[in-house]
């Protein structure tokens, strides 16, 4: 609700310049795409990992277009994955879904290689939020199975997350596009997300119990990622 708030009272600025919708000078552009990212581990109990998969990423944008094809404007994107523990070399066990909401200015520049066809290179500043809350670990994460339908195995978890509810992101893009029409275009994408206020999540588990050994792991997500999008890009 929030990112909707500042979306509209963007657009409301763009709308505050003097503009001439004959022209089309106005730009609205939707994306989606799937993107990576890693969780880096340091300790003493390498077998267990934190590491992530199922990636999204939605965005929307308003621009504005300027002379010598440059546009500037605002831009939105939302940010999903899973961060998942893996025991190996058993597996896949238990994780958390990750969302980020981000928003903030961005500039882009079109080349044109040849009629309809050509090249865009942009860069963006997000203010970027995540959930404030991160979990607790008291005991028990899972029960694993050896191979062979072995006697079970308890892993017992203990420690915290410590999450930085707010970043700040610079996102360099590069792309190519095809005009469809004149006021149309598809558009395909690779963005990077370079998190300057890492790191965004840190997971210490000061006391891993299994077989009756104990030692310590701690997990760290900078906020950096990469995506790649398919969008849809409409001039009115």
């Given amino acids: 609700m929030k990112i909707l708030k500042l979306l509209l009272l963007g657009i409301i600025w763009l709308a505050s310049n003097e503009l001439s919708f004959g022209q089309k000078n106005w730009v609205i552009e939707a994306k989606v795409g799937t993107g990576n990212t890693n969780i880096n581990t340091t300790g003493n109990f390498p077998d267990l990992t934190l590491t992530t998969n199922s990636h999204t ?25 899973r961060s998942v523990y893996t025991f190996l070399p058993l597996g896949e066990g238990s994780g958390s879904r990750e969302k980020y909401w981000s928003i903030g200015p961005k500039i882009q520049k079109d080349i044109y290689l040849v009629p309809k066809l050509g090249l865009s290179l942009s860069a963006g500043f997000h203010l970027t939020q995540t959930h404030p809350n991160g979990n607790i670990y008291e005991g028990i994460w899972q029960i694993t199975l050896l191979p062979g339908g072995g006697q079970p195995i308890p892993v017992l978890l203990y420690g ?16 190519i596009f095809y005009d469809l029409t004149e006021s149309s275009r598809i558009t395909f994408s690779c963005e990077w997300g370079i998190n300057l206020s890492q790191p ?8 891993i119990v299994f077989e009756d050994q104990t030692f ?13 999008q398919l969008g849809y890009r409409y001039s009115f």
């Fill in 57 to 81: 990423f939605i965005s929307f944008g308003v621009l504005k277009k300027l002379k010598n094809n440059f546009s500037i404007g605002l831009e939105a994107d939302n940010y999903r994955f």
């Fill in 160 to 175: 915290n997350e410590d999450i930085q509810q707010f970043t700040f992101h610079l996102k360099p893009e590069g792309g």
């Fill in 200 to 207: 965004a999540l840190v997971v210490n588990l000061d006391r």
């Fill in 216 to 228: 310590q792991n701690t997990h760290i997500f900078n906020g950096n990622y990469f995506a790649a």
